[in-house]
Structure formats: structure tokens, C-alpha cells
């Protein structure tokens, strides 16, 4: 019997890039979705909204063991967190850092197989309610996200430390004459292949994606 699909490994493009920027075209691709706003180190909704992701994309994985499945259904390795971070100030300087976190505004999303549709997200959210009836799933949502051309790049270490990862980005943009293309829909991309409660900050990696456009 064949393994779990392991989108980490049949992406790597996406998810394992070098410690040195490109350029990607990522395609539209399925996503459980939460939004919200906030300091995500204090805010409440932040962490509730990551364990409401988490235990809906567990909920769909292990469905297997029902005795009814999706049609389409396979089994597979939850991926990895994500968030699409933007910022109630105005131009915000990405490659700066210092930035006032209470003023973030994210969507955090984990990607799902194309077997989840909105019928399975519903009994997902009916199975979880059972199993874990103190985690909220009603803001959970199932979204088709078409992110386009992008610079990204591999950072290794902390998440403060990420500016000056982010100029090297900007700089390689430039050269290849891009500029970057951020909108309501296209926001600061980051991808989180470390856990922070496990992982010693020096050696946290992080996939950090900008949507860019070719210049002028």
C-alpha cells in the first residue's frame, strides 16, 4: 500500500526552498482558512484559530479510520502552517522590522487535499465538535487561494531576525526587474516548518514568500 502523500516532498519547490531568493509561480491551491487580527504571541484568537486549523485538517486525515469515506479521499501527511500577514499601517516596511504586532491584521491556513470540499469541511467540523468540544471551528473556512508569481526564500532562525532576510529578497527582486505586488489578497507569505515550543529559535526554518510583478 502506498505511503501518505507528502505534499512537503512532492512540492519541494514550495516548501524547501535554498537560503537564497527566487523566484516560484504557486499554483491555486485548497486551504483551510481563519482570519483575524492582532499580536500573535498574545492574542487569543490567533492561537484559537490555530488549533481550530489543526484539529479540522486532523479530523479530515484520519476520516480513513470511518466507515464512510469522501469520494477521492487519500491519506496524507498534514502540511505545514502558513499565514498571510498584513499590517493597519500604512506601507509597512517588511525589510525593517520593529514593526507594532498589534496592528496585524493574518490569515492562517493549512492546505488541504482536492477531496475536501464543503461538505467535507462540515462533517469535519460535526466530528471535531465531538472530540474536542472546547475548540471552536465555526470561523474555519475552505478557500481555493491562487497566490501567482512570488520571490521566496528558506530563513533559518528566529522570526524577529526575518528583516534582515527580507532585504536580501527585495534586493534580488530589484535586480531581476521585479517589484514587489502586495494587495488585500496578496499579502507577507510565511510558511512555518519549525515548532517554536520545540524547536530552538536559532534553528527554526521558515519559508518567507512575497508576491511580486514584472517592472515598469
Known amino acids: 500500500m502506498a505511503g501518505a502523500v507528502d505534499f512537503k516532498k512532492q512540492n519541494k519547490e514550495l516548501y ?38 489543526y484539529a479540522l485538517s486532523y479530523t479530515i486525515k484520519m476520516s480513513k479510520m470511518g466507515s464512510q469515506l469522501s469520494p477521492g479521499y487519500f491519506d496524507f501527511v498534514v502540511p505545514p502552517l502558513e499565514g498571510l500577514w498584513w499590517s493597519l499601517e500604512e506601507n509597512v516596511d517588511w525589510t525593517a522590522g520593529g ?34 468540544p472546547e475548540v471552536d471551528t465555526g470561523l474555519v473556512r475552505l478557500e481555493e487561494y491562487a497566490e501567482g508569481l512570488c520571490v521566496q526564500i528558506m530563513h533559518i532562525g528566529p522570526y524577529d531576525d526575518e528583516p534582515a532576510t527580507i ?37 527554526l526554518k521558515t519559508v518567507i514568500r512575497h508576491p511580486v510583478r514584472p517592472g515598469v
Not at 16 to 35: H, I
Not at 105 to 127: A, G
Not at 170 to 187: C, E, I, K, L
Open 16 to 53: 524547501m526552498p535554498p537560503t537564497t531568493p527566487g523566484l516560484v509561480e504557486v499554483p491555486t491551491m485548497r486551504f483551510l482558512m481563519v482570519d483575524g487580527h492582532g499580536d500573535p504571541n498574545t492574542s487569543q484568537a490567533y492561537h484559537a484559530a490555530v488549533d481550530a486549523l
Open 99 to 132: 514593526y507594532d504586532k498589534s496592528k496585524f491584521t493574518w490569515t492562517s491556513m493549512i492546505r488541504q487535499p482536492d477531496f475536501v470540499n464543503p461538505e467535507v469541511l462540515e462533517q469535519s467540523k460535526f466530528i471535531a465538535a465531538k472530540k474536542k
Open 167 to 203: 532585504q536580501r529578497m527585495d534586493a534580488f527582486v530589484y535586480q531581476q526587474g521585479y517589484v514587489m505586488d502586495f494587495s488585500p489578497s496578496r499579502g507577507h507569505h510565511e510558511i512555518y516548518l519549525g515548532d517554536p515550543r520545540k524547536t530552538a529559535p536559532e534553528k
